[in-house]
Each structure stands twice: as structure tokens, then as C-alpha cells.
């Protein structure tokens, strides 16, 4: 049987269902619409009118483009409520780590996805502010909490049977090198330890929220051979294996606790029908 997935977040849940980096998905999960490189804070604004021509940054990315227009067009809200997807996978990499590009004091906020500091739309707007997670931690978990809760909260009432996944992926700095040694990258661990603000947005949609949670391998290594290039967050091929059967366990048994509803469904009404 094959689950449909979608995916919000970061390229550690979409990489799933990338058949580069996991051959064999396809087997067992189909991948619908995806809200990568959004944030929970950014999702939950008002859409933002834009002319293309001011969104292509100056290296004429068009992958970065295609990002940034799907933050600004908020349509993945759109997509969810329309398709009914059985599994939802999320993480809260954007959030933790690249922050928030927020316009007229808090008037919209908009996802730092890679690229944008490079357009004319950037460039343009005069009274704007970068917030991180990193830079002011009260300020931002305000923002973001009030943020996830109506993502949530929109969830229940527009796609209430859509089961949510939480992937709590982290930066890590060992790898594996030519020889096949296991080594420890400095410079990763100096610039890309965000962790511990990964670890409080997942904790808070843990304990606020309805979700499944996928374990995190603390042996997991970075991958130097990774499509996307080398990096803490692009993980070795073992990471998506791993995590293809802990999605297939939690898969399994939702169907079994479904089975279990059902049967205690019908023994209530054969109950009631025999006490008339």
C-alpha cells in the first residue's frame, strides 16, 4: 500500500521523498504538495502582491524564486484544505534558524529564504526588520507561538483528518570522509549550532499538539556526497532509510488503532440495539 505524504518545512523532510536521496519511497510513500522553505509565522500572514520581475534575486535562481513566490502566495493553506492528505510531515527549521523578514512593524512577516536579500523586493521595501530566533528569543517565540497555534488551529477546522508528523531534524557535524573515517567538522559546529532552538519549537508542538514524533539518530552523519551539497543539515543516505521505516511503523499502526475505533464503533451500537 502507498501513503500519501506532503510535507512543511525544510529539505530534511522533503529529502524523503526525493528518489536521489531515498531510491526506494516510492514504494511505500507518494509525495503531494509541499510548503518547503516556509515558516509557521509566514504561512499564517496574509498573501503578498508581487511582480515577478521584482522576485527574480541577481543571480537569476529560479529554483529560489519558486520558493519565495509560494511564501508570498500562502497556497499551500490552499492545497491542504482541498486534498485531504492523509499525512502532513513537519519541522521547524525555518523558524529556529533563518527567522523572519518582518514588514511595517509587524504588518506581515515574510520566510528569509535564501536569495531574497538579492531582489528588488528587498531592496525596496524602506521600514523592514530582520528577526531571528537566535538574535531576541522572547520576542520571536511570542510571535512564532501565536503563529503554530493558528496553523494548528486552522488545521482541525480545514483538513481535521490530515495526521501530523513531526520531524525533529538537527545540525550535525560528523561525517563520513574518502578512507571511510568518521570525522568532526569544526567549522560546522562554530557556524550551524542551532539545536537548542530546534529542540523548544519542536518540545512546544510536542506538548500543545496532536502529533506523531519521528527519533532522531544521534549517530546520523552529514553526507559529503549529499545533491545539495555538503552540509550539517544534508544527511547520509542511512538517515532517510531509517526514518522511511519509523514512518512506516507509525503508518501501521494508525491503521490498527482506525480498526480498533471502528470495532468499538459497532460494539456500542449492537449494545444500544439490544437494550431497546
Known amino acids: 500500500m502507498v501513503t500519501e505524504f506532503s510535507v512543511f518545512g525544510s529539505c530534511g523532510c522533503r529529502d524523503i521523498f526525493n528518489h536521489n536521496i531515498n531510491p526506494d519511497y516510492k514504494s511505500v510513500f507518494q509525495i503531494l504538495g509541499d510548503g518547503t522553505h516556509h515558516s509557521f509565522i509566514s504561512i499564517m500572514q496574509e498573501p503578498i502582491d508581487y511582480d515577478l520581475k521584482m522576485l527574480t534575486d541577481d543571480e537569476r535562481n529560479d529554483l529560489r524564486t519558486y520558493w519565495i513566490k509560494k511564501d508570498f502566495n500562502k497556497e499551500f493553506l490552499s492545497f491542504l484544505k482541498n486534498n485531504n492528505v492523509p499525512y502532513l510531515m513537519i519541522d521547524t527549521y525555518y523558524d529556529a534558524v533563518e527567522g ?24 525596496d521595501i524602506e521600514n523592514k526588520r530582520i528577526l531571528k530566533f537566535s538574535d531576541n528569543p522572547g520576542e520571536y517565540f511570542k510571535i512564532w507561538s501565536k503563529n503554530c497555534n493558528l496553523f494548528f488551529n486552522w488545521l482541525k477546522e480545514n483538513s481535521p483528518n490530515t495526521k501530523v508528523i513531526l520531524n525533529p531534524t538537527r545540525d550535525v557535524f560528523k561525517f563520513l570522509n574518502e578512507d571511510g573515517k568518521i570525522l568532526e567538522s569544526e567549522y560546522f559546529k562554530d557556524n550551524f549550532d542551532f539545536n537548542v532552538y530546534r529542540t523548544l ?38 538517515y532517510y532509510q531509517k526514518v522511511t521505516n519509523q514512518l512506516n511503523e507509525i503508518i501501521s499502526r494508525n491503521i490498527h488503532l482506525k480498526e480498533f475505533e471502528d470495532l468499538n464503533k459497532e460494539f456500542r451500537f449492537l449494545k444500544r440495539q439490544n437494550t431497546l
Open 201 to 238: 519549537l519542536d518540545y512546544y508542538i510536542c506538548t500543545n499538539f496532536d502529533v506523531d514524533v519521528l527519533n532522531f539518530y544521534e549517530d546520523t552523519l552529514a553526507s559529503k556526497e549529499h545533491p545539495w551539497g555538503f552540509s550539517p543539515r544534508h544527511y547520509a543516505t542511512e
Open 100 to 123: 523572519i523578514l518582518e514588514i511595517n512593524n509587524g504588518e506581515n512577516y515574510i520566510s528569509m529564504n535564501e536569495g531574497i536579500k538579492n531582489t528588488n523586493f528587498y531592496n
